[in-house]
């Protein structure tokens, strides 16, 4: 079966694009979406995914406080982050427990990139 | 001369060339950007859609502007009713990027990105030196803007 999803992004032309890569190049489940931090935490509660991709830039609570929030209450979370967000956030995000840190531009029509986001969270499951 | 505006005028090519593969790396198409790109005193102008996302750190506070008219949106994207959450997310999008262009943060450091925000017809950056400039798909095209101001530059002025 299927791993189980929650894709969090603000923006919902995104969301719709790593919706699709989940479910057509890797064959999870996509059980929720939300937009906002907020949004991240309950849903993670509700559904208890294998996994969690977070934006970071998010109105109401960023993904980095959501993250923290979700593995502080469930430490095996898997939680990779998807972001445009450059400098120390992605160690930050790495030291405190996220298992993947994905930069934007996500350019699902390049073969490489499509490669290395599938290796990336393929990754989290080998741990 | 004015250490921002310089140091734009020597990032110029860099910055115009890094709207281009955000654009193109965003909605998967061939861009082009020409010679309109420029140094402006402040980030002005007035268009049919603007997106403003601010940006910052401890020194340097930045903007970045997506803009366009509403007969050049179709070239870049079908879906119209989601112009705002697309342009927020290619500020977004570009923001990043120019961190990761040459100079860019050596000279202003990483800005932390606020969320975006919409605007209709005017966009105004005051005190702050901006470059700015079209990125074009055939003859449409979207405005692209990166204004930046140091924070001693505003208490000295």
Not at chain 2, 31 to 41: I, Q, R, T, Y
Not at chain 2, 86 to 115: H, R
Request: proline share 2%.
């Amino acid at each position: 079966m299927g791993k189980k999803v929650i894709v969090v992004d603000d923006s919902k032309f995104l969301v719709k694009q790593i919706v699709e890569f989940f479910e057509a190049e890797m064959g999870y489940e996509v059980v929720a979406t939300g937009n906002d931090g907020n949004e991240a935490v309950e849903l993670y509660e509700k559904h208890k995914p294998d996994l969690i991709t977070l934006d970071i830039t998010m109105p109401n609570k960023d993904g980095q406080q959501a993250m923290e929030e979700i593995i502080t209450k469930y430490p095996a979370a898997n939680v990779v982050m998807i972001s445009a967000v450059r400098g120390d956030t992605m160690l930050e995000c790495m030291s405190f427990g996220a298992k993947g840190y994905v930069e934007k531009p996500l350019k699902f029509k390049d073969a490489e990139f499509v490669s290395d986001f599938k290796s990336t969270i393929e990754e989290v499951f080998e741990e | 001369m004015d250490i921002v505006k310089e140091t734009l005028n020597s990032l110029l090519r860099g910055i115009a060339e890094t709207a281009k593969e955000t654009v193109e790396s965003f909605f998967m198409i061939d861009a082009e950007v020409k010679d309109d790109w420029s140094v402006e005193e402040r980030l002005s102008g007035e268009f049919d859609h603007i997106i403003t996302l601010g940006c910052s750190n401890s020194d340097y506070q930045g903007v970045i502007m997506v803009a366009s008219e509403d007969d050049h949106v179709s070239a870049f994207f079908e879906q119209k009713d989601e112009l705002v959450d697309i342009y927020g997310e290619l500020a977004n999008t570009y923001c990043g990027m120019l961190m990761d262009c040459p100079g860019v943060s050596e000279q202003f450091g990483v800005l932390s990105q606020a969320v975006p925000m919409y605007a209709s017809k005017r966009a105004f950056f005051p005190r702050a030196w901006a470059v700015t400039g079209k990125v074009y798909v055939g003859d449409s095209w979207i405005q692209i803007g990166f204004a930046v101001r140091g924070f001693a530059m505003m208490i000295n002025r």
